[in-house]
């Protein structure tokens, strides 16, 4: 089973922040969390990643909490070609496993 | 440019013809995966390789084999394919270091009749 749970869905406007919430509350100390996101039925896109600290990258922000149980990534001007479904995992250390759940698809509007 | 390639991208076959999906890439990844999208279910792991000779199943391995004789091939081989092996494939590679990211084929989308 994925390690983390994500909202089914999510609208935007175009040009306003997305925030895509994300829950993984039995992640472990050494475990990464990686965001991608597929648009239409193309391979996963990398997004970003972290371990404990927030971070940022040309594409988006990923927000951290101190306590590693949740995670937002940020998308700071939306825009159309941002629709997508989006993809929190957690990374196993054991296997380098990514287990992929249902995502959050993030429809932005004009 | 960095890349993982399969091949092919489309392929329609027949109930038992054995068929090989071929996934290579050019950036010396030790680690590399199969994994299958069905409506619904998302992205299954069928099958991982942590370096050349070494492969172990993941989530749904049932009628598929996989062979990682050298370190940038990672095939995916369906001996005898059913139709509920119809599905959209996708090859992973990314090096053992989880502190970076994995890349994704473009996907295989196999329909078995």
């Known amino acids: 089973d994925a390690k983390t749970t994500q909202p089914t869905s999510m609208d935007c406007a175009e040009g306003r922040a997305a925030n895509l919430p994300c829950n993984h509350s039995t992640i472990s100390g050494n475990e990464y969390v990686y965001w991608y996101r597929q648009i239409h039925s193309q391979g996963p896109q990398y997004i970003i990643h972290g371990l404990k600290n927030n971070e940022t990258n040309e594409m988006a922000s990923l927000i951290i909490t101190e306590d590693r149980k949740s995670s937002t990534l940020i998308l700071p001007h939306a825009t159309l070609r941002d629709t997508a479904v989006y993809y929190c995992?957690?990374?196993?250390?054991?296997?380098?496993?990514?287990?992929f759940g249902a995502g959050t698809r993030l429809t932005v509007k004009p | 440019e960095a890349q993982v390639t399969q091949n092919p991208r489309y392929l329609i076959t027949v109930t038992g013809k054995k068929l090989t999906v071929t996934c290579s890439q050019n950036?010396?990844?030790?680690?590399m995966s199969w994994y299958r999208q069905d409506p619904g279910l998302g992205l299954r792991q069928i099958y991982y390789s942590m370096n050349v000779e070494v492969t172990d199943k993941g989530d749904v391995p049932e009628g598929y084999k996989v062979s990682r004789k050298e370190k940038r091939n990672f095939p995916l081989i369906l001996e005898s394919p059913s139709p509920n092996q119809t599905s959209l494939y996708f090859c992973?590679?990314?090096?053992?270091?989880?502190?970076?990211?994995?890349?994704f084929g473009q996907g295989t989308r196999l329909t078995v009749v």
């Open positions: 992973a590679s990314s090096d053992r270091n989880l502190n970076t990211e994995a890349f």
């Open positions: 995992i957690v990374r196993d250390y054991n296997n380098n496993d990514m287990r």
């Open positions: 950036m010396n990844h030790e680690y």
